[in-house]
């Protein structure tokens, strides 16, 4: 499995940035995704997944309301939608898969579970 993360850059606070994950490799139809990001001196934290059908999504608190998941398994590829951006949602985003993950995993999506990862995107909110 390969994911490509993209669709990161400088944005001010309040503005708007569409992340893209392409998958290859396997089959979108089986694979749950979630998005992760990093910012610098702290954890990798799971952010927003979406089940291998698109029926049941996750949002962490601290996106909920500004961020929107979708995917388009024709195309095989996940979207995250970021509005509304904060200062804080500065970091490096990840998209991830398990070839044993189709459905998301809530507040257990932790980086542990899934095996296969994107590059990560950057993604910077000016104040």
């Known amino acids: 499995v390969q994911l490509q993360a993209s669709g990161g850059g400088l944005v001010q606070a309040g503005g708007s940035l569409r992340l893209s994950c392409a998958v290859s490799?396997?089959?979108?139809?089986?694979?749950?995704i979630g998005w992760f990001r990093q910012a610098p001196g702290k954890e990798r934290e799971g952010i927003s997944c979406?089940?291998?059908?698109?029926?049941?999504?996750y949002y962490a608190d601290s996106v909920k309301g500004r961020f929107t998941i979708s995917r388009d398994n024709a195309k095989s590829t996940v979207y995250l939608q970021m509005n509304s951006l904060k200062p804080e949602d500065t970091a490096i985003y990840y998209c991830?898969?398990?070839?044993?993950?189709?459905?998301?995993?809530?507040?257990?999506?932790?980086?542990?579970?899934?095996?296969?990862w994107g590059q990560g995107t950057q993604v910077t909110v000016s104040s």
């Open positions: 991830a898969a398990d070839r044993w993950i189709s459905q998301c995993l809530g507040s257990r999506q932790t980086p542990r579970k899934y095996d296969y």
């Open positions: 490799g396997f089959n979108l139809d089986y694979l749950a």
């Open positions: 979406i089940s291998n059908s698109g029926g049941n999504t």
